[in-house]
Structure formats: structure tokens, C-alpha cells
């Protein structure tokens, strides 16, 4: 297996660095047979010249060094300090530079100083919500687990495995983004050749973790390793469910927000409430299972592979971040809680005018009896004592519009929650309403097996499985249609507002590069009243970037349902040429 997966990873290898050993080789025959007949030297020049062409082509592919918050080394000598000593224990490459980030992740990150063909500079790219979670040797163990995946000394064939299969991932990656011959070659052979090899490796890199832990195990403490994997399986996700979204909720009474990045460290040392779901939710993962295709192990593997019980935690009173950053600590987190604020405050200051405006609303609708209100009153009542105001009133309201209208869906699920919250057999009764709209029947499902559970009726929540398995599989088939495009797609005539083409001209017109542009709408067998568009756009090929524009619209257009744009000249010949004889202009 070892020798087929070497010989599988060369293959990468061969093709990447394929054009520099060819210029070698052919530039070796030349000078080794100066006197070979002119009929083989011309052979040679042209391949020479074809060669050097390719080698050209591959020149042209960057992959460009992380941006973001970087962590100068004049600033924060200790830590590079910290990070030079264990590249050099166990002797894995030299960290170049250091990007902080917000998410709960660590990685290192190679790319090439020359082409694609000298992997030198390195990148620790490490999130502050981490730093913050764990404690100075939790992290410290993380990082000796990540920079064992690159040492030199250590388990060599597996590293350089796991090396290889980032490298071509970001490669990957990149070829998406670059044109030209060479990129268009590569960016076809690693569409094949890298789900097999990631597949084909994964025993490998299972290992490799495994490997890796034990190395961090050894350098720092074996606990300090258990107890990160536990904390970034945990508490991180934890963090990203209920923390965040709790600290929103104070938008509806704090007109500016708190400090996002230092409430989160406040959080997690003195909230003391969320100690028991921490407990459940580690039972649950300790109850996960990976499969042969996964390249992390499962958290109780790699917990019985260290030998560590498993048991949550206790908070550290004392974070990474708070030892890493010193005295420069408060600067660190004002500069993210900046980066927040631009991203969040216009959202925040919404949220707080939406919430002061219901709140009067609110207050000039109970003036009014359930009884005496119209039916669009009386829905948006109920919606706004929901969201803001009083549970029994909300109750009241939804059973007063349910009374004028008994199927209405949305109506029962919400009766259905509450009857859920007080352990009412009505719960049932309700969800059961509510599966009449295909995006309630999940939740309700959920609300339905939950209370049967609780209340020790197994057998009967099968039938509520049965029926999310049912639209679970609808969405799925939904999604893939939403997600796919091929030539032989059914197509029709858009059906739309004047609005939404409206928008469209306008946004395709201000690229200024696109000169004809024509919309029509995939056939669909679920959810058809949800459309899939489908945009033909044609422009100047000789000074514009085709794939470049498209990536580029893709990114800057909100439709509010999903959408494909392909160019007139792509490989999508026959939905262009229905599409353009429907001729529904955009511009």
C-alpha cells in the first residue's frame, strides 16, 4: 500500500514540476550530442521552444502569501522566540510569519518563493477564539501537533504524504482563479487526480494525526493534548452557536455594542451555566465515528490513543492569547473588536432601530382586542409578542388567528414549540399541522421526537423519522439541481418581475466589459416556485478575462434564489443557443 501511495503522490510530483525536468533533460541531450543529425536537433529545438512555452505558462501561477492580521516579530519577539525553539526541537521548517485570525483553527501554510517549485515560505495562520479557549501548553501542544506534520526527523513518508496533499489542495485552489494553457492542464488533471488521492491516502493521514499527537504528547504533556482536542471539539463549537448569537441579542437594548472579543473571555471564564450542555454535547461527540475516507481520527481514538480519560475540562483561568500577547493583549483585542465593528455595526444599529420600532408597535396593538383585529394585525401581533413581548400573549394570539385560520402552518409549528417548552402531549397535534410546509417539517420532526423521547415513547417517533428522512432526501435532490448545470438541462422562459431584471441590467452593465447579455430560467422538478436562473453573458474576449468576470459577478450579485452565468462561447453550446432564441435581453 505504502509503495502504490508513493508511487500515486510522484505522480503529482511529475506533472507539476513536469516542464522544469523536461527543459533540464532536453537542454542535457543537447549538450551531451552536439553532433546529432539536424533533422533530431530540429525535433529537439521545437520541443525545446513547446517546453519553454509550458514552463512559461506555469510560471505565471501564484500562490499568493496569507493575508490578514499579522503578528510582527519586533512586536512579539517571545513568541517567535517560542516558535523558532520548537521548529528547532523537532526539527520542522522555520515559521516565516504569523496571521491572527477569529476562527477556532491552527494551520501552517507553505507556499513557493520560486514557481511552483521551492515550498519554503511558512505561514502559521492561528485563530484568536482559539488562543482565547485554550491555555498557553493547550496551544503549545497544538502547535507541536501541527509542525509534526512537517518535521524532518519525524515519520518522514507520512509527512511528506500529508505535505503533498495540502500542497496540491491549494494549488488546486488556485488554478481556479488563473488562465492560460498550463493552469487549464493542471487545473483538468487535478479535478482527477486529486479526490482519488485524498481518498487513497486517507488510512495514511489518520496515521499521521495520530503520529502527530503522540509527538505532542511527548514534547509537552500528554493531558495538555487530550485536553485541546477536547476544548476545540467542545467548547469551540460551542462558542460559535450560543456565544455569538447570545451577544447579537444585546442589540435589542444596548444601542452600541460591548467589547465582542473581551465578553468572550469574560464569558467563558465566569459562565458557569454552560458547564452542563458542555457535558452533553462531549458525550455526543465521544459517540461520533469517522469513517475509512476521514482524514481526522475520532475524538475517543485519539483519546484512547494517548491513553487520557475522557472528561471535560476545567476553564483556564489564564488563556493563550492573554501569555502570548503580554502587555499588547488589550491592543490585540481593541484591533479585533475594530475588524468586528466594521463588519457588524451597521447590523447591530438595525437590529437596535428595528427592536425600539416593534416595541412601539407593539405597544399600540395591544390597545386592541384579538377579537376586533384584522388578520394581518393580528399575525404581526403574535409575531412581535413572540420575538419581544409576552409568551402567554403570543400564545393567545397564535390560538386566536389558528381559530380563523386551522391549517395555516406556520401558526401551529409556533404553537407547537410552546406546547413543546411546557411538556404538552399538544405538541404533536400541532407539528403535525405544520409538515403541510416542506421548510417546517424538519424542525417540527425534531420538536415531535424530542418530546416522544423525553416522555419514553420510542416507537412512535420512528413515523416522525420516517418523515425528515422523506424531506431530508427531497432537499438533498433540490439542492443538487440548485448546484448543477449541464448542457442537456430543460430550459423556459424566465417568469420574473421587472425588478429583478431591472437590478440585473444595471449590475452587468457596470462592469462595463459585457456587451450582450441574455436569462432564462432551469426546469426544475422541486420547489418550482423557487427559480434557478440561467445568464448567457457575451463580452470582448480580446481585452477581457472571461472566467475572471464571471467569478466576479458571481460573488457581487444577490438574486435571492439560485443562479448560473456561463459565457456565450463556453462549453455550454446547446443551452446557449436556446437561451438566446428565447431572446429575453438583458442588455
Known sequence: YRFKLGLFALLGHAVVHGPLLGLVLITAIIWADYAMSAVLNNVVLITLILILLLLLSVSRI???KPKGYTLQQNDFPELFALLSDMSQCIHAPKIDQVILTSELDVTVIQTPKLGLWDWSHNTLVIGLELLLILSHRQVNAVLVHKLGHYSRKHHGFNNWIYQSRKHWQQLRNTLDRTHGVAPMLLRHFFNWYLPRFNDYSAAIIQVSEYQADALAAKIVHRDCMAKALINREVIGPYVDEIYWSTFFQQ???????????????????????????????????????????????????????????????????ISAAEIWFDSKYRRVIHDFDQMWLEINAKRWEERYEYVKQAKTRLKYLRNFSLVKMTDDA???????????????????AYRSYQDRFPDHALAAFHLGRYASAAGSNEVLIQMKKALIQADLVIPACQYACEYLTRNHRKQESYWWQQQAERQLVIDHQAD???????????????????????????????????????IAQKKVQYYPEYPVLVIVVECNRLLVNEMTLIDQLREALYLGCAFFIISKKGPYQTLVKQIIAMDNRLI
Open 378 to 396: 393580528l399575525w404581526e401581533k403574535a409575531q412581535l409578542e413572540a420575538e419581544l413581548g409576552d409568551k402567554d400573549q403570543a400564545i393567545l
Open 62 to 64: 501564484r500562490l499568493e
Open 480 to 518: 443538487v439541481e440548485r448546484s448543477e448545470l449541464v448542457d442537456s438541462d430543460q430550459i423556459m422562459a424566465y417568469e420574473s418581475d421587472d425588478a429583478t431584471q431591472t437590478y440585473l441590467a444595471e449590475k452587468l452593465r457596470e462592469t462595463g466589459k459585457i456587451t450582450k447579455a441574455w
Open 251 to 317: 442589540a435589542d437594548y444596548l444601542p452600541k455594542p460591548p467589547s465582542p472579543w473581551g465578553s468572550l473571555r469574560h464569558y467563558l471564564v465566569n459562565d458557569l451555566s454552560m458547564r452542563s450542555s458542555l457535558k452533553r454535547r462531549l458525550q455526543q461527540r465521544l459517540l461520533a465515528q469517522c469513517d475509512e475516507f476521514d482524514a481526522d481520527p475520532s475524538l475517543i481514538d485519539r483519546l484512547a490513543a494517548l491513553n487520557v480519560h475522557a472528561e471535560l475540562p476545567d476553564p483556564s483561568m
